[in-house]
């Protein structure tokens, strides 16, 4: 975040952070990492591409790390589901994160990813309790490498994207979807992280240490709670809404 006014930088460095942390406070109590807030939030900034990508994976995995143990601790991931899953979106994750974007089409792809995830969560579905884990249908798995690639090229971890559709065809309970979700974020977001690492070296912009703080935090607390806690309705449509509107405006700044 190269911005000239020093005391500039500090506000909006704890601005960002408080954010995170609200943002990972609540999308960890519901298994999600948050990334698709955080893509949002920092694409608002004077961050470049790799910096914003970067930054939302580590926050991902940080705030999934945790609430996949919490999830696993409780038996509620079902891991063949998840790992089958997890088969067909690593390998193009790590191939697109390996891959040099230009500015504007990193942004303007983050911009209709960010609409993409927000028409997603307007499909409407039950949070009802299923007895047995039903098999995943057929176009979960190119659909899941699909989201891989998205998680790759733009920074979302992906559990906005699958969570909906497990939730459509009753795969599971809400606390196995979760914890399914959890177990995809993470595995994708360290993918992702790794190969940028291993193509571009580890280089975080000192901005983004408190940010990795604020999420810590906050996902710790956040894993501990029930996600009863929350009106799922609400933070759905402040969520649309959010991105929605970072989206717009990347697209009015890069088209």
Not at 8 to 23: C, Q, R
Not at 171 to 196: D, R
Request: aromatic share 12%; charged share 10%.
């Amino acid at each position: 975040m190269q911005i000239c006014n020093h005391s500039k930088i500090n506000t909006l460095i704890w601005i960002y952070a408080f954010l995170f942390f609200l943002v990972a406070l609540i999308y960890s109590a519901a298994g999600f990492g948050g990334g698709s807030m955080y893509l949002a939030i920092l694409s608002q900034s004077v961050m470049g591409a790799e910096a914003v990508r970067m930054s939302a994976l580590s926050c991902n995995a940080i705030v999934t790390a945790n609430g996949t143990w919490q999830f696993h601790r409780a038996n509620w991931i079902v891991w063949r589901g998840v790992l089958a899953l997890l088969l067909c979106s690593v390998p193009p994750c790590i191939y697109v994160s390996t891959l040099h974007f230009d500015e504007h089409v990193y942004f303007i792809s983050l911009a209709v990813a960010l609409l993409i995830a927000a028409a997603v969560m307007m499909i409407r579905y039950e949070r009802t309790e299923v007895l047995t884990v039903r098999p995943l249908q057929w176009w979960m798995f190119p659909l899941a490498f699909v989201i891989g690639g998205v998680s790759g090229l733009t920074g979302i971890g992906g559990g906005i994207y699958l969570a909906p559709f497990l939730y459509l065809t009753k795969w599971g309970s809400p606390k196995q979807i979760a914890g399914a979700s959890s177990v995809f974020i993470l595995i994708n977001s360290l993918a992702g992280l790794s190969a940028q690492v291993a193509v571009n070296g580890w280089q975080p912009e000192a901005e983004v240490w408190p940010l990795m703080v604020a999420v810590l935090i906050g996902g710790l607390l956040g894993s501990q709670w029930s996600s009863a806690r929350f009106s799922h309705r609400i933070v759905r449509y402040i969520t649309i809404v959010i991105i929605i509107v970072a989206a717009i405006r990347i697209l009015l700044k890069y088209l």
